[in-house]
Nanobody, 117 residues
Framework: VQLQAYGGGLVQAGGSLRLSCAAS????????MGWFRQAPGKEREFVAS????????NYADSVKGRFTISRDNAKNTVYLQMDSLKPEDTAVYYC???????????WGQGTLVTVSS
């Protein structure tokens, strides 16, 4: 599966952005999907994940209640709605895909989110 993330940009603190990740290749609904981020000088960290059907989601504590992950299997797309953004959310955001009982093997190219104070 090939992944392409987009939707990043510059936003003021308290604002919102929606990231999208379009998938092509093998059957999208076969993959659980995740969003990760990497801030300057820091390691990549988990942000959110969603099951193949979309019925199960998981969030990092730092974004819980502010971010929402969703997917549209008909459109081969996963989304990350980010509200109440903070400067510490500034990072390159990556989408990733994994098959059941596997690690995240497939990664998009990343999209930069910058939150100004």
């Amino acid at each position: 599966v090939q992944l392409q993330a987009y939707g990043g940009g510059l936003v003021q603190a308290g604002g919102s952005l929606r990231l999208s990740c379009a998938a092509s290749g093998r059957t999208f609904s076969s993959y659980a999907m995740g969003w990760f981020r990497q801030a300057p000088g820091k390691e990549r960290e988990f942000v959110a994940s969603i099951s193949r059907s979309g019925g199960g989601t998981n969030y990092a504590d730092s974004v819980k209640g502010r971010f929402t992950i969703s997917r549209d299997n008909a459109k081969n797309t996963v989304y990350l709605q980010m509200d109440s953004l903070k400067p510490e959310d500034t990072a390159v955001y990556y989408c990733a895909a994994r098959l059941v009982s596997d690690t995240y093997r497939y990664w998009g190219q990343g999209t930069l989110v910058t939150v100004s104070s």
